[in-house]
Structure formats: structure tokens, C-alpha cells
């Protein structure tokens, strides 16, 4: 035990070493299986494979421009909502300030208790100590943002580079693993192969549409009760909803906060609609798009999401602890299927089973 503690620990270092490497070979990945589907039809239609990927590459360029253009365009109107948004924050901070004072107006003899007038202290105390930790590291937190984004974006742009030339070598590169891999090992190979393409894949694809069925759903729910900005606020539920289980959770809870302003009922309305479009994707929308590529307990779903949480927070703080969360369910899909393989293989037991819990299947 120590010693995996010891083998974790240092993995850990490493790949805090190698985070802007690392976050260039998740980039690149994404790109690969994004793409390859476009130009392997293309090839097949006798397109060369550089053309091809040249295609495919202005197609996703075009696809963005004009997703960027409807979402932005006078048409749904998200820009002036978001300006909205904003400028309504400090409203709703005066608006619960407003509040408190008058909650205190109301129960003052209970808060002039000295049990409870020592604990409004000490939160007051500790609130005043995390807002001049918040001020004082200000500085440094700008400077940490701006490397973060430049990093990101460095990455971005040699992931396009280096998926670009893997996408025209691909064919050449599996040939070429082949051969160094031998006869003898091609069978776990492959499998190693087609598990990853498949989870990897599907998990691309499905939480993508996972996030659009959502964000719509959530934003004509908010805007049929008379949430303000709903658009907006279904927008940032579906994007949320890349981090899986807790995401739509927080977009939620972000559209009751601004609810609450128009009525509780609709406060209500709009946290428990958020969480009941979740699970009826999750329950009847969701397995079917991710039957066959990642299918994993909830309690393994956690599980993964707060280690990888952790690992990717000591890597890289905050972007790090989020890239963990977003990679952690692949993987843990991609070990449950590698585990299940050789457990199969090397005791000839069935292992996945119609009753299973964990591995049920």
C-alpha cells in the first residue's frame, strides 16, 4: 500500500511536470475521434486522406462559426442576455441583502442571543479572513489565469497540428503498431484497440448530445415559467452537463437562484424541472447512447469523478481538477473493460451477466 501510495505520489509530480504535453495529447485525441469517422467516408470515396482531413478540418471550422453565429445572432438573442445576466448581479445581491436585513428586523430579539450573536461573528470573521485572502491573492490569481489560458490555448493549437497529421497517417499508423506489437500479442491488441476507439468515441458523442437535449429542454422549461435569460441559463445546464451527475445540478441551482426573484414557486419549478430533465436523459435517452461504450455504475461514477478530481487538481489546480472529472469516466470505462477481458480469459468464467451489478450486461 505504501508503495502504490509512493508509485501515485509520484505519478502525480510527473504529470504536474507534463501537464501542457498532457493536455496537448487530450486535445488531440478528441480531434482524432471526432474527425476520423468524416475522412474515412471521404477515403472510401476515393478522396486522398490529406484532402480528406483538409475537408474534415473546414467543415468543424464551419460547423463552429455558424453554431457561434445562432447562438449569438439577434435571432435567440444569448448576447444580450448575458449582458443581462451580468449587470443583474448586483440587483441580486442587494436583493438578498435587502432581505437578511429584514429578516433580522423581524427576529432581532432571537439574533441578539449571545450564543447565537457569537457564532454571525465568527462566520462574520471568517468571511472578512476569506475576502482578504481573495483580495490579497488577486494579483497572482490574474497572472495564474492568463498562463492557464495561454497554456490551453498553446495546447489547442498543437493538438490541431499533430491531430491533423494523424488523421492522413492513421491507416499507417495502425499497420506500422501491428508489426511492432507481432503475431503473438495481436489478439489483446486489438481488443486494447477496439475498446478505446469504442469508449472513447461514444463517450464523445453521447455527452455532447446529452448536453444539447438539456440545455434545450432546461431553456424552454425556464422560459415557459418566466425565468429571466432563460435561454442563457439553458445554455450554461447543458454545457454544465459535461461534468456528469453534479453538472446539470449546478446549472440548476444557478436558474433557482434567479427564480427565486420572480416568485419561490418558480424557484422551485425550476430546480425540480432541471433535475427531472436530467434523469429522464439519464434513464431513458442515455443508455441508449451509451449502452455499448461506457457503462458504469453511478457508485463507480463518483468514485471516479472525485479521484480524478483530486489527481487533476494537484496537476494543474482548478482546469486540472475539471480535465480530471471529464477523463476519469473513459478511463474507468476502458479499465472495467480491460479487467473483464483477461479476468474472462485467463479463468474461462462469464464474468458480465443480465443480473450484474457492477459488470452487469
Not at 486522406?49 to 473546414?58: D, E, H, I, K, P
Not at 449582458?83 to 429578516?103: E, F, K, Q, R
Amino acid at each position: 500500500v505504501i508503495a502504490a501510495i509512493g508509485l501515485l505520489g509520484g505519478i502525480v509530480w510527473l504529470m504536474g511536470i507534463l501537464s501542457v504535453p498532457v493536455a496537448i495529447l487530450i486535445w488531440t485525441l478528441i480531434i482524432v475521434f471526432c474527425l476520423r469517422g468524416v475522412v474515412n467516408g471521404l477515403e472510401k470515396h476515393r478522396v486522398n486522406r490529406a484532402v480528406g482531413t483538409t475537408v474534415a478540418y473546414l467543415l468543424m471550422a464551419l460547423v463552429l462559426l455558424v453554431v457561434g453565429f445562432l447562438l449569438f445572432s439577434p435571432m435567440f438573442g444569448l448576447n444580450a442576455q448575458f449582458n443581462n445576466l451580468l449587470i443583474s448581479m448586483p440587483h441580486y445581491v442587494d436583493a438578498i441583502t435587502a432581505w437578511g436585513n429584514d429578516l433580522y428586523s423581524r427576529y432581532a430579539q432571537f439574533f441578539e442571543d449571545n450564543t447565537v450573536r457569537n457564532l454571525i461573528l465568527e462566520a462574520q470573521k471568517a468571511a472578512a479572513a476569506w475576502a482578504a485572502g481573495i483580495a490579497s491573492g488577486a494579483g497572482s490569481g490574474v497572472m495564474a489565469f492568463g498562463t492557464t489560458l495561454a497554456n490551453g490555448l498553446m495546447a489547442l493549437g498543437f493538438g490541431l497540428v499533430i491531430a491533423f497529421w494523424v488523421l492522413m497517417e492513421l491507416p499507417a499508423i495502425g499497420r506500422e503498431t501491428r508489426r511492432l506489437i507481432g503475431p503473438r500479442h495481436a489478439e489483446d491488441a486489438e481488443f486494447f484497440h477496439a475498446t478505446f476507439t469504442r469508449v472513447m468515441g461514444g463517450y464523445i458523442k453521447g455527452t455532447l448530445l446529452q448536453c444539447a437535449i438539456i440545455g434545450v429542454g432546461c431553456g424552454v422549461l425556464f422560459g415557459f415559467i418566466g425565468v429571466p435569460n432563460a435561454a442563457v441559463l439553458g445554455l450554461i445546464t447543458g454545457v454544465m452537463n459535461i461534468i456528469p451527475i453534479i453538472g446539470p445540478w449546478i446549472g440548476g441551482a444557478l436558474a433557482a437562484i434567479v427564480a427565486i426573484f420572480v416568485g419561490p414557486m418558480t424557484a422551485a419549478i425550476a430546480l425540480i424541472g432541471t433535475i427531472v430533465i436530467q434523469q429522464l436523459v439519464y434513464t431513458f435517452i442515455s443508455p441508449k447512447i451509451m449502452a455499448n461504450s461506457v457503462d458504469i455504475h453511478p457508485a463507480l461514477t463518483l468514485l471516479a469523478l472525485m479521484v480524478g478530481s483530486a489527481l487533476g487538481g494537484a496537476m494543474s489546480g482548478l482546469l486540472g481538477s475539471l480535465v480530471g472529472m471529464l477523463a476519469s469516466i473513459p478511463l474507468v470505462a476502458v479499465a472495467k473493460s480491460v479487467f473483464v477481458y483477461y479476468f474472462e480469459k485467463k479463468t474461462g468464467r462469464h464474468l458480465v451477466a443480465e443480473d450484474g451489478v457492477f459488470f452487469k450486461g
